[in-house]
């Protein structure tokens, strides 16, 4: 189920909230837990099974790492197998097929594949058991005694599908105690509201064009340019979007979940770029991969190949594919280049620093968005007008007219300046009181226009449904 569909808006969504505040204060999390099973079952019930058997193994594995912990040998086995099993699951379920057509194509074997279909969103419940279970075996948390306290942190539907990965350490004291508010409420739907105007007017407007440019007959520089920000732009607005919508959701039943995104496409670097982009990401391997292998602590060989690591895992997080290794590494390159010479002369570069950073990112998800390795070359090259393409067509000039509001709208949107304009109206005076009346107004009138965008069945594609 989509947060941008009619059923979840109209259908779960008040069923959800209705059942949620009528239930006792115990209860709560129970009714959290029903309806979030339900809405990983809506779509393909038969994975609900692996989520389940994940969340068991994660509250077994945590009571008992608890139990052993005074005992090294015991505790190490009990999280060895808590950590196999996750990851052997997830590498069941999305990466079996990638070894075995790497494997055929090294080897010139043909090895049937298994053609196993990827569960929604378990490369973020997996990476919330993971955390779990190796908090609890640091002593940083205490394992978790109450079943239901834990399937619903790991299950809440909120973050379910699109994060962000919330860490057990962070919300533990809101799963036993927390406060519900009318102000709350509206600040989430607030949030809820403009998360999904992100995703329907923004990021399915832009897809449109992505679309449109991979079936085009004749294409061009200019056209290819125009792909390659307009999907820059997408998937910005698409996960965006999507964090918001859980972080307001989150507000609404008196979660408090982490930040996700903070303005990325302002900054001055790739280092930059990746303290804002999916933070929750950044810091878990982080803080579960990079640290334990050694960080920064380590001689200057030792440390590069962290960062190699780390971002090949960062890019295969992402999909079972070649070009995300590849996307991964590009990377990893960047910000040792960075580390090692260039972050100094960007800091005081001024504007050259954005374009830089803006241009290495555009580049990145071309890459990215790639079927194949030779296919991302490919899309590179167009961009500097390989194989003879000509710098613009007819069809390019109708596009780019059509879409020119949207990339006006889009481009202003990745910045703060919305935001600060809107404080600047709420921070007191005759202005305050303005937005107080005018915003849920707003905010009714938004609504009623992405019902529309769904209603006529606009196109609603969710980029991370892969991940």
């Known amino acids: 189920m989509l947060f941008s569909s009619i059923p979840f808006l109209y259908y779960f969504l008040p069923a959800v909230l209705l059942a949620y505040f009528a239930a006792p204060r115990r209860a709560k999390n129970a009714v959290l837990l029903l309806f979030s099973l339900l809405f990983y079952a809506w779509g393909e019930p038969k994975y609900i099974v692996f989520m389940v058997a994940s969340i068991l193994q994660g509250y077994c594995f945590g009571r008992l790492l608890e139990k052993y912990h005074a005992d090294k040998r015991r505790s190490k086995l009990c999280l060895t197998a808590s950590v196999l099993f996750s990851l052997l699951l997830l590498g069941y379920c999305k990466y079996a097929d990638f070894f075995l057509e790497s494997f055929n194509a090294v080897t010139g074997l043909s090895v049937p594949l298994l053609r196993v ?25 205490r394992a978790q005694r109450n079943f239901i306290n834990l399937a619903a942190y790991i299950a809440m539907f909120p973050q379910l599908i699109a994060g962000p990965i919330v860490r057990y350490a962070d919300i533990e004291p809101q799963l036993t105690e927390r406060r519900h508010s009318l102000r709350q409420a509206a600040a989430g739907a607030q949030r809820f509201v403009l998360g999904l105007a992100k995703k ?26 125009m792909y390659a920000v307009a999907y820059t732009l997408h998937i910005y607005f698409d996960f965006s979007g999507y964090s918001d919508m859980a972080i307001g959701l989150g507000q609404i039943f008196g979660f408090r979940f982490a930040e996700n995104f903070n303005y990325p496409y302002i900054s001055r670097s790739i280092t930059e770029f990746w303290r804002r982009w999916h933070m929750s990401l950044g810091t878990w391997f982080r803080d579960y991969v990079y640290i334990p292998l050694g960080g920064n602590r380590v001689p200057a060989g030792r440390r590069f190949f962290n960062i190699l690591v780390v971002w090949m895992l960062t890019g295969l997080w992402h ?11 590009f990377f990893a390159l960047l910000l040792l280049v960075e580390k090692a010479f260039l972050l100094g002369w960007l800091q005081n570069a001024g504007a050259l620093s954005h374009v830089y950073t803006l241009l290495l990112v555009v580049l990145s998800f071309v890459i990215f968005d790639a079927g194949s390795i030779p296919e991302a070359f490919s899309r590179l090259g167009a961009l500097f007008g390989a194989g003879g393409l000509p710098f613009a067509t007819a069809e ?54 992405i019902t529309a965008y769904l209603v006529d069945g606009s196109f609603n594609p969710f980029l991370y449904f892969r991940f």
């Open 117 to 141: 279909t990827l569960p929604i969103g378990i490369s973020f419940y997996t990476f919330q058991i993971l955390s779990y279970v190796v908090d609890v075996y640091r002593g940083t948390v």
């Open 200 to 225: 329907v007017l923004l990021a399915n407007v832009l897809y449109q064009l992505i679309t449109v440019y991979k079936q085009s007959s004749q294409p061009s520089v200019l056209f290819t340019w």
């Open 319 to 329: 999909g079972a594919a070649w070009n995300f290794v590849l996307w991964g590494l």
């Open 396 to 449: 390019t000039l109708y596009y780019l007219r059509s879409f020119a509001v949207v990339f006006a709208v889009a481009v202003i949107g990745a910045t703060p300046l919305p935001a600060r304009l809107a404080a600047r109206l709420t921070d007191g005076g005759m202005g305050s009181r303005v937005m107080t009346v005018a915003s849920p107004l707003v905010l009714a009138a938004l609504l009623a226009v």
